[in-house]
């Protein structure tokens, strides 16, 4: 017990002194596109930070929100830390500024797979909901319409599926691999499936910003692991934009580290599985000379599940990991709730 408070300073100095050092970690310069909000950082147990992203073109507040695990919890964080100060309440609005921005500013969910941990900020603060889109594939939707919006697990407070439809929240079917558009954003999106524990599927969204491009990984786990070829299928279409400069950041999860056994992964990744695909990804942008192909994009690590042990190495563990088989030279950014990011 003594070694082990002795211990914690030691492990938050150490993880403090890492993104420190991380040139990656604080983002701003004139040349970004996108602005990201985190909402939501982690991959698990703590109800009030579970994967939920913010994220606008550089100077508008049209957001989209990718997946939503916590959401009013995040924004009321990310405005204490004066990350709302240029969002105004107009007069005569008689509501809080954490309303506001949810009920006005979030124009549309993206939501990768009907996981608790991707949905239930939504669900919980949908009473609070003004009119908004929820866009996932058919499978996500299917399960939202029948076990969560169904007036038995809580009300249907969508336009489709059973009983009275209290319609605040439009559902939207994404096909894979088909450009469609986000509403009331610049926004388009593709989507494309990927796997969580076959035969579970989850999924992988494209965001198109006039030709620039962010890509959000949904939980999953990497296709040597699962058997599938849906990774190697989004490399393959993402290493052209990638070659053209035209890829802004990615959002890919890491769910545990190293030591979890790969029979215990759950569909999830780990820093040699992670970087493994990133290589992958590497050598179909530029085989010659691979090590160079995605040198500065900033790869914006999702998902991370806290331990329950009283010192919580895994997030400093995961992210150790991860800066040590960094060869190819990507900016690593492990998001805080309430975080501004921009790339
Ligand atoms: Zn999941």
Known sequence: MKNMIQRTPFLLIAFALLIFLNPAFSQSNASTTFKCVVLGSGGGIEENNLSA?????????????????????GIAQAEKMGNFNNVFVPSGDNITKTAFI???LIKGYLISHAHLDHVAGLVIASPALKHSNIYGSAQTIDFLK????????????????????????????????QIQNIENTGFKVTSFMVSHQEPYTSTAFLIDSFGNYVLYLG?????????????????????PIIREGRLSAIFMECSYPDQQPETQLFG??????FFAELENLAKITDMENFHEALRGIPVIVTGIKPSWKEADENKYLIYKQ??????????IIIPEQGQLIEF
């Open 322 to 331: 991860l800066l040590l088989k960094n060869k190819l030279g990507v900016k």
């Open 268 to 273: 999830h990744l780990t820093p040699k599985l």
């Open 53 to 73: 992203y913010l994220l606008a073109s550089k100077n508008s507040n049209d957001f989209i929100c990718l997946d939503a695990g916590t959401v009013y919890t």
């Open 102 to 104: 949810f009920r006005e």
């Open 219 to 239: 939980d999953t786990g990497a296709d040597e692991i699962e058997g599938s070829g849906h990774l190697g299928e989004i490399w393959n279409f993402i290493a």
């Open 146 to 177: 029948n076990n969560i919006f169904d007036w038995e697990t809580w009300p249907n407070f969508t336009d489709d599926g059973s009983g009275l439809k209290l319609n605040v929240l439009s559902y939207k079917t994404l096909i894979p691999k």
